[in-house]
């Protein structure tokens, strides 16, 4: 079955710091793999996609990148956190039809 | 611009009565909706879904509906349990693509 691991599960950042959030993906191979922000009181915003190694599909403009160095891995990255920034973080893999299934996510609090 | 609402940010609900929980889209090229519950600090989880070939599919206390010309979709819960209390979000898609549309979400309590 297929299991995806999120890294790490809360993180508190000072605003401009540095940001990677890795999600590795289990039990199944050249996946589509997602990345969403849920802020506060919001609903889950597509942030990026990927098809594969290399291949990254950017949905928002921001001070945000991903990128997939492996097949099973994607990683979230910021140069310079924003305040704006702070939300619960959700990996995500293409499953059958549209249906996506979500990791556990990652709550970043930037202060 | 909003493709996928849901309109009420919260509902409550007697435990044994039915939930009721709307989302209305604008995107006509939609053609497959899905529900998913989330709760606090953890990921989503997929609960039902409808083609729009179809307007209603039923999976044990769960039905959604699908009124196309409506743009509207709604789902059921019956009997509601306390367990159900969580964030439910609907989505939308159009093909071919995999992308999915979410909508804001509503909080469902499920009183005792």
């Known amino acids: 079955s297929q299991t995806i691991h999120q890294w790490p599960a809360t993180l508190v950042q000072p605003v401009g710091s540095p940001l990677s959030l890795e999600c590795t993906v289990e039990?199944?191979?050249?996946?589509?793999l997602y990345w969403y922000r849920q802020a506060a009181g919001r609903g889950l915003q597509l942030l990026f996609y990927?098809?594969?190694?290399?291949?990254i599909s950017s949905e928002v403009p921001q001070n945000l990148s991903a990128s997939r160095p492996q097949d099973r891995q994607f990683i979230l990255s910021s140069k310079k956190l924003l305040l704006s920034d702070s939300g619960f973080y959700l990996c995500?893999?293409?499953?059958?039809?549209?249906?996506?299934?979500f990791g556990p996510g990652t709550r970043l609090t930037v202060t | 611009d909003q493709q996928v609402k849901q309109n009420s940010p919260s509902l409550s609900v007697q435990e044994g009565r039915i939930s009721i929980l709307n989302c209305d889209y604008t995107?006509?090229?939609?053609?497959?909706f899905l529900w998913y519950k989330k709760y606090p600090a953890e990921g989503p989880t997929f609960l039902i879904s409808?083609?729009?070939?179809?307007d209603k599919n039923e999976d044990g206390r769960f039905t959604v509906f699908l009124n196309k010309s409506a743009k509207h979709l709604s789902l059921h819960i019956v009997p509601s349990q306390p367990g159900d209390s969580a964030v439910y979000f609907c989505?939308?898609?159009?093909?071919?693509?995999?992308?999915?549309?979410f909508g804001s979400g509503t909080q469902l309590t499920v009183l005792p």
């Open positions: 039990g199944t191979s050249n996946p589509n």
């Open positions: 995500a893999l293409h499953r059958n039809l549209y249906e996506q299934y």
């Open positions: 990927s098809v594969g190694i290399g291949q």
């Open positions: 409808i083609s729009s070939i179809k």
């Open positions: 995107n006509s090229m939609f053609d497959y």
């Open positions: 989505a939308a898609a159009p093909p071919p693509a995999r992308q999915l549309t």
